[in-house]
Nanobody, 119 residues
């Protein structure tokens, strides 16, 4: 069964840091690009999820402009894990963060992990 499970969310003050993790199973992890999306509280429809970061199978990365220089995406193919290191967090980073992979015949989403940035 193709599955993604996120962890690591929580409540953090502005300027703080968090590391999100995503455990993948059921597919050849190293062959696919992995992505982190987020969905802010005011955007409840699935098509309103925002692409935050991508890491390709060759480890090339891309970021949403608003997180460049603050967030780092990485992967560990030996452990089938993808990570999102989030630094200098801002209140506008508050969202549910989702791990995502686009397989040949379906797109797989995790259940999401809540990140709240507030003092």
């Amino acid at each position: 069964q193709r599955r993604l499970v996120e962890s690591g969310g929580g409540l953090v003050p502005p300027g703080g840091s968090l590391i999100l993790s995503c455990a993948a199973s059921g597919f050849t992890f190293s062959a696919y690009a992995m992505r982190w999306y987020r969905q802010a509280p005011e955007n409840q429809r699935e098509n309103q999820r925002e692409l935050v970061a991508t890491i390709e199978s060759d480890n090339n990365t891309n970021y949403l402009d608003s997180v460049k220089g603050r967030f780092i995406i990485s992967r560990d193919n030996a452990k089938n894990m993808v990570y999102l290191q989030m630094n200098s967090l801002k209140p506008e980073d508050t969202a549910v963060y989702y791990c995502n992979v686009r397989l040949p015949f379906r797109t797989v989403w995790g259940q999401g992990t809540q990140v709240t940035v507030s003092s």
